[in-house]
């Protein structure tokens, strides 16, 4: 949010939480010649305009942006002297809190948004989802791994056990399509599926194929799966740009024990949650991904979509 709207800064209470994480500059933006034109303060963005950095006033300030977490991602360290934030810091700080909520019963949504080649993908996977202990991987890839190591310190107490179930959709051209359905060997046909609203199990998709999964490896699998028939194309903007939103969902049922006085074992339902990790397409004006016929569609759903 802008600053100067002298909105109230969120707390740690709120449900609703903001970050921005600033990349390095590309190697196209590098041959270009392109200046940087942001500088981190504190929670805050400043952004200058390229016009204004050529004239005499170049450290004049044209808007400054309020975030919740600000994530200095470039090679240097920012202004304040803070070193770089990598792929660890980022997880920390907005992904490691969704697994301790899940466990309490609470439902959750992390979602990447930003143009293409804004490093959507790259956050939200890393540069390879199954190098799960590399300095890479993303936040996906991370909260898995801390959901199942939470799993087994939690059911090591012998009061409850916990089902993981996940799904993988992704939504192309206003149409929704399930990336786990069976299909035939080597076939990218699509699958798909129809989002309904319940009146008591509320908005849910019908025919979605759901995997009950128990360790970490086959999460990795699936979603290594559900990758290889996402829609993907190259663009001015990327070589290879993710053309859908990709939503990755981990739904998470408790079933409780206790004894009776007899010595009777009784198991009773639990808590239920729901995490949804969303890594959307990239968002950027038409004209400048310079993308014809059926990519110059993808590229008006893309941004159709964003908002309904």
Known sequence: MPVQNKSKCTTMEDRIKVAVRVRPLNSRETTDGLPLILKKKSNCVALTSI???????????????????????????????GEPVGQAEVYATIGRPLVAHAFNGF???????????????????????????GADAGVTPRLCLELFQMRERIEAEGHS???????????????????????????????????????????????????????????????EAGNRVRHTAATKMNDRSSRSHAIFMLLLREERSMQTATGQTITTAGKNSRMNLVDLAGSERVAQSEVVGQQFSEARHINLSLTT
């Open 161 to 223: 056990k916990w089902s993981v179930e996940v799904g993988y959709i992704e939504v192309y051209n206003e149409r929704v399509s399930d990336l786990l359905a069976k299909r035939k060997k080597d076939s990218k046909e699509e699958v798909f599926v129809d989002v309904r609203e319940h009146p008591t199990r509320g908005v849910f998709i019908e025919g979605q194929e759901l995997r009950e999964v128990s360790s970490l490896d086959e999460v990795l699998g699936l979603i």
């Open 51 to 81: 016009n204004t950095q050529q004239r005499d006033n170049a450290t004049k300030d044209k808007n400054t942006f309020q975030f919740d977490h600000v994530f200095w991602s470039l090679d240097s360290p920012d202004e304040s002297g």
């Open 107 to 133: 439902n959750s949504c992390l979602f990447a948004y930003g143009q293409t080649g804004s490093g959507k993908t790259y956050t939200m996977m890393g540069a390879d989802p199954n190098a799960v202990g």
